[in-house]
């Protein structure tokens, strides 16, 4: 049957011979009655692995959970936040501008997408403290820092934190005797302040009643060690391949097999930007793949390992008979 | 309902200028005659590879009517009800099923080379469709609200952070997550579902490698 409409397929390329598919003769397909079997099919399948496997769903942790949880680790982090020297302080684009961040071969690709969300890392701390009232401890702490020049308060944090980091556990009350100022009393009152329940709230409110974006609390918590610690044993680290992985055993995203790979082998599992290598290099193989009908060589992948052969088996044979 | 006689019929009008005229024959020139939704198909669709291509349509009907469900629910009610966390399921699992179907059906049309004979925007609209897909997919588990979305939204922004897409596309905002969840990228899918579906039908199921042109051996 030709088409009476002029949308004759047309060969994509002059060598391309493939005919006009409804030249061929035809036989009889039901559609609708494939559609509504398909449909039966995945509807069955699917409630029986819903009601026999379910869903996971892991609770969120709190800052309450990892102030009683990891309290050392809060304190930590709150003192890293004033030193400037968390992760999201030295982070660069989107946040500060505090480094180039990653690169991809020359392009510095994270820098050009400009900081469109601006992250004071210790107002992750001093914004949340300032909220606090009826603690005289505290507010005398933050009257201390805010009269104190930057270069003091960066000395004080980096100290403490140094500290924290010889203690036996980090354990603030097992640090050695010096001058951190009042960087112990800011970080204790944080410690305080995430165990009532309230520090998310205050993070993530930004004085507005409908407290909708986690950015600031997301973070702090991540500048932590606690939340990848409770990953890791859930086996979702970047090197566990836990890009596709889900916690509790469950599929996850296996699609994102590829895109998980690359993270586990060298150069990218040992480069300072293999987040930017491995886009690369998955932004040039889907551009191969998605291109791949005008790719010489490629394109005859297919012809060359006939695996097609299979696929339309029949209609060899019968042209072979003919 | 009464009919006038005196228009014109469709079609047989002068009016070459008009907009409508123009959209209803491109709208009706998309596919071929009959072959929109036709009862006969070429002798060598005959494999069961071609079945994943519908299943990976029902699966899609099943993903948007559990998440619509979820979406009546809200964010919270699948934490909170039975009910509420066996509809959380069967979206999980059609999720499931529908990329298992697409990825099959995927290679099936590589080894296949189903891009002969002008069908390489049915293919690229097709690779589009699966990357889109699982931009869709990605948003829903950031839009979780539990420790699976805090960590996989901690690791996600230095992927998106380093190549600076980070700085428009904020995974760390579970209120942006759920929008392009719940809107914008279920738009792109099924709207390039429907343009890969159309394209599939006018340009017909292509044709065994190295068949011969049946037109040609007709004239032998």
């Known amino acids: 049957m030709t088409t009476a409409t002029g949308t004759k397929s047309r060969a994509s390329t002059p060598r391309d011979k493939t005919p006009d598919s409804h030249d061929f003769p035809t036989r009889s397909y039901d559609l609708v009655k494939e559609f509504t079997i398909a449909l039966v099919v995945v509807i069955v399948l699917t409630g029986g692995l819903a009601a026999v496997f379910s869903s996971p769903d892991e609770k969120s942790i709190t800052m309450s959970t990892w102030a009683n949880q990891a309290p050392n680790d809060l304190i930590a982090t709150a003192a890293a936040e004033l030193a400037g020297t968390s992760v999201s302080a030295t982070y660069g684009a989107p946040y500060n501008t505090n480094s180039d961040g990653q690169k991809l071969g020359p392009l510095s690709l994270q820098k050009w997408g400009g900081v469109r969300l601006p992250v004071d890392s210790a107002g992750l701390v001093l914004g949340p403290l300032a909220a606090v009232s009826g603690d005289s401890t505290l507010s005398s702490a933050l009257a201390t820092w805010k009269s104190a020049t930057a270069d003091q308060q960066t000395k004080w944090a980096t100290d403490y934190g140094d500290a924290l980091s010889k203690a036996p556990d980090g354990d603030p009350t097992k640090v050695a005797t010096g001058d951190y100022g009042p960087v112990p009393d800011m970080a204790t009152g944080l410690l305080r302040l995430a165990k009532t329940g309230g520090l998310e709230g205050i993070l993530t409110s930004s004085g507005n009643f409908y407290g909708g974006d986690q950015t600031q609390s997301l973070l702090l918590l991540s500048d932590g060690a606690y939340l990848e610690d409770q990953a890791r044993a859930r086996n979702l680290g970047g090197d566990q391949w836990g890009m596709m992985n889900e916690t509790g055993n469950y599929p996850g995203q296996p699609w994102m097999w590829l895109y998980t790979f690359w993270y586990q082998i060298p150069p990218f599992s040992t480069s300072d930007n293999a987040d930017a290598q491995v886009w690369g290099l998955m932004m040039l193989l889907t551009l191969l793949l998605m291109f791949v009908p005008f790719i010489p060589g490629l394109r005859s992948i297919p012809r060359l390992i006939p695996i097609h052969r299979l696929v339309w088996r029949n209609y060899y044979r019968r042209a072979a008979r003919r | ?220």
Request: net charge neutral; charged share 10%; hydrophobic share 55%.
């Open chain 2, 1 to 220: 309902m009464t009919t006038r006689t005196d228009s014109p019929a469709p079609g047989n009008t002068n009016d070459a200028g008009s907009w409508t005229l123009r959209l209803r024959s491109r709208i009706v020139g998309l596919v071929p005659a009959g072959q929109a939704l036709p009862d006969r198909q070429p002798i060598y669709v005959a494999s069961w590879i071609y079945v994943f291509g519908v299943l990976t349509l029902a699966a899609l009907a099943v993903v948007i009517i559990s998440g619509g469900l979820l979406a009546i629910g809200g964010v919270a009610w699948w934490h909170v009800s039975s009910l509420g966390l066996f509809v959380n399921s069967l979206h999980l699992w059609s999720v499931e099923l529908f990329f298992g179907f697409m990825v099959i059906h995927l290679w099936g049309k590589f080894w296949m080379a189903s891009w002969r004979g002008g069908r390489a925007m049915t293919w690229i609209t097709g690779m589009v469709l699966f990357l889109t897909s699982i931009g869709a997919a990605f948003t829903g588990y950031l839009s979780q609200a539990n420790f699976a979305s805090q960590w996989i939204s901690a690791e996600a922004k230095d992927g998106l952070n380093s190549i600076g897409v980070g700085a428009f596309f904020n995974v760390l905002n579970p209120g942006q997550m759920l929008l392009w969840h719940v809107v914008l990228l279920p738009l792109g899918v099924g709207a390039l579902t429907v343009i890969h579906v159309v394209l599939v039908r006018r340009h017909g199921v292509a044709p065994p490698i190295d068949a011969a042109d049946p037109s040609m051996e007709k004239e032998a």
